[in-house]
């Protein structure tokens, strides 16, 4: 059974920095592209980063590029969101997604349970 | 960039009517090469994580009730539940995998009228 546990998640300072964590299990993670979602309190879904099958391939949302970094631990079969420069609206909860078989952009057919980052002083 | 657009941003429907739901891109999620629509509907009840029910704009996932279809092609998009049942209450987003940034909808909040 396909399962996604993010952990990491906290009240930080602006400024701040924190990495969250997406322990995989039921799947092999070098196997599959691999997204961070968010959603700010009440809001809707907003798309914050993938990481290719093959790990060679990392992208992301304009408002997270330079602060942001998606990194995998086939090892661990962990995957990884270090945010740095956190900003009141970086606020949100993380949810970390597995793609559908096959497909490398973020066709997210799993979803871990989320976890809370809270950005202020 | 692509930005995806939803209407309604609210649905009622009564127990047992259809419940229609629309999305528009600003650019087609058409793929020539392949003719697929790289459009996906998720379904989000409060306080769970998003749950996908359709992808390639029409194709059902695994386990999803056949009351749920998707269709459309090129920019516009629609979601389709055919006897809404009370477990359907949820937010409904769209999402194009076509290229990055892999943009949402603002969401379609559907109750029970």
């Known amino acids: 059974e396909v399962q996604l546990l993010e952990s990491g998640g906290a009240l930080v300072q602006p400024g701040g920095s924190l990495r969250l964590s997406c322990a995989a299990s039921?799947?092999?993670?070098?196997?599959?592209?691999m997204s961070w979602v968010r959603q700010a309190p009440g809001k809707g879904l907003e798309w914050v980063s993938a990481?290719?099958?093959?790990?060679?391939?990392?992208y992301y949302a304009d408002s997270v590029k330079g602060r942001f970094t998606i990194s995998r631990d086939t090892s661990k079969n962990t995957l990884y969101l270090l945010m740095n420069s956190l900003r009141a609206e970086d606020t949100a909860v993380y949810y970390c997604a597995k793609d559908l078989e096959g497909t490398d952009e973020a066709l997210l057919d799993y979803w871990g349970q989320g976890t809370l980052v809270t950005v202020s002083s | 960039d692509i930005v995806m657009t939803q209407s309604p941003d609210s649905l009622a429907v009564s127990l047992g009517e259809r419940a229609t739901i629309n999305c528009k891109s600003s650019?087609?999620?058409?793929?020539?090469?392949?003719?697929?629509?790289?459009l996906a509907w998720y379904q989000q009840k409060p306080g769970q994580p998003p749950k996908l029910l359709i992808y390639?704009?029409?194709t059902r996932e695994s386990g999803v009730p056949d009351r749920f279809s998707g269709s459309g092609s090129g920019t516009d998009f629609t979601l389709t539940i055919s006897r809404l049942q009370t477990e359907d209450v949820a937010i409904y987003y769209c999402?194009?995998?076509?290229?990055?940034?892999?943009?949402f909808g603002q969401g379609t909040k559907l109750e029970i009228k």
């Open positions: 999402q194009q995998y076509y290229s990055t940034p892999y943009a």
């Open positions: 039921g799947f092999t993670l070098s196997n599959f592209a």
């Open positions: 990481i290719s099958s093959s790990g060679r391939s990392t």
């Open positions: 650019q087609s999620v058409l793929y020539n090469s392949n003719k697929k629509n790289y």
């Open positions: 390639w704009a029409s």
